[in-house]
């Protein structure tokens, strides 16, 4: 996986932009939006139309706020007793149990690919000797 350590400002990695929010403490609902290999700054960019897509879709009744944080961007939505906000947040990813899975599916498959050679070898070389020794 890219990224072991703290990354630059401009350099290149693997970013989750998250949506965070929604539910009461302590319970919140969290969701990966999507993965964005660049930049910060290029995953940030990404982030801030993903938000003010979703700021199109809120209800035109109720007063929303879009706050730029550090990492990326808060809605607030007034609603009748209290607010409703979501946090919208960039975070490298460091590690990825998929990607060892997938190095271990492509690694099975090259032995699997590599046992078909070898038997498909064997079975002509002993084609070949049978027909060399029919002569």
Known sequence: MKG???MGEGAMARWGLLG???RQAPHYAMDVLEEVDGTREEALARLEVLVREELARRPK???TRMFRTA???LLVTERMVHGHGVH???AEL???TEDDRRAELEADAARRQERAERRARERAERRNRGEDGHR
């Open 88 to 90: 919208f947040t960039v």
């Open 61 to 63: 009744g109720l007063r």
């Open 71 to 73: 990492d990326g961007f």
């Open 20 to 22: 965070i929010g929604g």
């Open 4 to 6: 072991e350590g703290a």
């Open 94 to 96: 460091v590690h990825d």
